[in-house]
């Protein structure tokens, strides 16, 4: 019997990975990207991981996968550099196919999932490794592998290239790849739209507003947390937030506040975060975090679109002024930086993109991400939803993640030094103490949280 964190063990290969090609011709062309999609930020691939507990069909699996990549053709591509300008990217549309691996692993759905909320990496394992590709570019933009268990289960890992999807965009393919494969004779319920021109820049670029978000050949004397985190053992933390415990947070803002559950937990990690690193209380200290602007610009992007419609929202504040005021005035922060993002500001932050040296400033931030909310759980390929959802990976980039089975809750997930973890764990489960323990706190052991504390379920 495995017990957390145990590594899990090696894949079997039962046969040689294949490509899955459109099944009719597709257009031959190249997508040129927006400068949302092109950013140096986002030149990854974001790895899904689902475990279901009945297997799917592999070949209705892969059947659904290449009708479904007619409709995606661009994901069935390949990225390569623009010939006229190397620092851009754009999708060679050339039908080469999907990667698609299959596997076997010797442990039980159930056995997983005592594990699943803290990834370690071992679970690199279970997405297939492209032979072959030294960077960014020799990885085709659509990397599956589906790795089947001994008592029926089966785990699937998809691999999508950011510069393609934003989580809205995976979410939509997703759902469409599950809908086709249960349900072979209907079409998808929403049509992708492919049109990346809807987010170019001007002509000149105009930039009419700072952007505090981004940086500019910033030189090495500056201090950089990021840095100094990743130049040290990390572990991942995961904290479950209730309905009750987010619902707690809102009531710690109004009545003079009304803000959302988004709003009040991530200003709520955000100071904790910075609460547990111990920082100049000088320092200027960043969240940024993804806002959707799909219905912010003029005229609104189509539904269906499935690159990158969103922006990082930027808060900025000293850590001293952070820490010592109450929640209210992170989440007053975040509001204020959600309601810059009109669509003139959006469209000087896609014109400012045009300057290929232009950086995400990571040097001083804590990011956040939002797969919650986006239907990514709720996939079913026609044997059942889930048991679990999440990344493949944990990283020093916060998630707020779903929770299966509770539609209201919310899962914090961000790799930490292992010297602060229970820290961190401390500081996001004060807030709550009072009202629903009485200040019973148990504390974390070696920075791993293996109990309940405080409400809040730490796995």
Known sequence: ????????????????????????????????????????????????????????????????????????????????????????????????????????MDITADQFLQLSEKPNRSWKKLLYRVEGAHTFLDVPPLVVQVTNLPCGGMILCAAINHCLCDGIGTSQFLQAWAYLTAKPDLPPPISPVHSRHLLKSGSPPQVTFPHPQFTVNKDNSHVDVLRYLQ?????????????????????????????????????????????????????????????????????????????????????????????????????????????????????????????????????????ISQWAKLGLEELDFGEGKALHMGPVTSDVYCLFLPVIGDSSAVRVLVSVPERVAEKFGYCMNEILDKEFNNGDVHHAVNGYHHAAVNGIMEY
């Open 1 to 104: 019997m495995l017990t957390p964190p145990e590594e899990l063990p090696d894949c079997l290969y039962t046969t040689q990975p294949t490509l899955i090609r459109p099944n009719t011709p597709t257009p031959k062309h190249c997508l040129p990207l927006s400068n949302l999609d092109d950013q140096k930020f986002l030149r990854f691939s974001i790895k899904y991981l689902y475990l279901f507990r009945t297997a799917v069909n592999l070949d209705a699996m892969k059947y659904a996968l290449s009708k479904l990549l007619v409709l995606y053709y661009p994901l069935a591509g390949r990225l390569r550099t623009n010939p006229d300008h190397d620092q851009k990217l754009e999708v060679d549309c050339n039908g080469e196919g999907a990667v698609f691996a299959e596997a076997f």
């Open 231 to 367: 130049s040290q053992p990390l572990v991942p933390t995961s904290l479950t937030f209730t309905h009750s415990h987010i619902l707690h947070l809102k009531r710690r803002c109004s009545p003079s506040l009304k803000c959302t559950a988004f709003e009040a937990l991530a200003a709520h990690t955000w100071r904790s975060w910075v609460r547990s690193l111990d920082l100049s209380p000088s320092l200027n200290i960043k969240l940024l975090f993804s806002v959707n602007v799909r219905r912010r610009v003029n005229p609104e992007i189509p539904q269906g679109y499935y690159g990158n419609g969103f922006v990082l929202g930027c808060a900025q504040t000293t850590v001293k002024d952070l820490v010592s005021a109450n929640l209210h005035h992170g989440v007053k922060l975040v509001q204020q930086a959600k309601a810059e993002l009109s669509d003139d500001y959006v469209r000087s932050m896609v014109d400012l993109l045009e300057d290929k040296t232009v950086k995400t400033d990571l040097s001083t931030s804590l990011v």
